[in-house]
């Protein structure tokens, strides 16, 4: 009952994200797709939140840490909780704009080209405006990024789905997510030049895709297997944000709720999160 409100909201915006299957699938298997796509537990947001049990104790910086996404790329930092929930905790004082945490879901990727379509995986990238970008990996570097379609089509944007528990994210069948220290490679000095080196930022997320330890894309960086766990948002917070992006649609949009949705959800601008 308590998903009523979400799911006439999220109902809206399903029935304008294009679901495309080859037509030799046949008809069931589109329903099945149809109703894989409209799944609103699929599409409860939830944070990530990072569990490392290495020993090591370097690995203390990326253990209960939360994923923020910066510069195009995906980040672990240190986390604080305020009233219950997950928050970044900046590893420099003032960084502007604040650091973003993943705040996603899960959604077939729009592309006729991909038979069967993979399950993609969405998050916002800024409250305000509310954009949504997908979550890919580079296909040459095996690090994760965010971007529009257009950015993101030419590499690797699914299947991403959760454990059987429902509690991790996996990608491509299994959990091979790794933590590099994008500073390990170069000198101290050098790092703070970098964009994300004057903001502290130095573990970034990849994905073992040949499970061989990043072989041949490593560079002798520091790195840790991880945990990516899924913290989902209560009913109670995604409908206040949702209330929040619709008071904003109201008075940033001219045509209205439903012309917000029209658009496939990576090209969307705003309108909703
Ligand atoms: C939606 O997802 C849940 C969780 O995996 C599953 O139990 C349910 O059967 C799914 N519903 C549909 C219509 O696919
Ligand atoms: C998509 O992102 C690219 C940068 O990756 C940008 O150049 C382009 O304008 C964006 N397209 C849309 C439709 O926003």
Known sequence: MAFVPLGIFLGGAVTAIPVVTGVAEGVSHQKKQNEEAANETRMIKFNILISCDSKDELADEVDKGIVVLRHNKVWIVPREDRDGKPFPKPPVPNIEPPLHAFAGFYIQYPDDERCPPERGLVSTISDDPPMLNWIYVDSNTYELRYGNRTASIQHIVGEWDWTEDESCVILEGWEGFTAI????????????????????????????????????????????????????????????????AEKKMQVKSRGGLKSQFTAPAAERKRGWR
């Open 181 to 244: 220290d994008e500073s390990s490679a170069m000198s101290e000095e050098e790092w703070e030049q970098t964009e994300w080196g004057k903001e502290g930022l130095r573990w970034a997320l990849y994905f073992d895709r040949d499970d061989n330890g990043l072989k041949g894309r490593r560079n002798k960086r520091n790195m840790f297997e991880v945990v990516l766990n899924r913290r989902l948002q209560s009913t109670e917070d995604q409908l206040k944000q949702l209330e929040e």
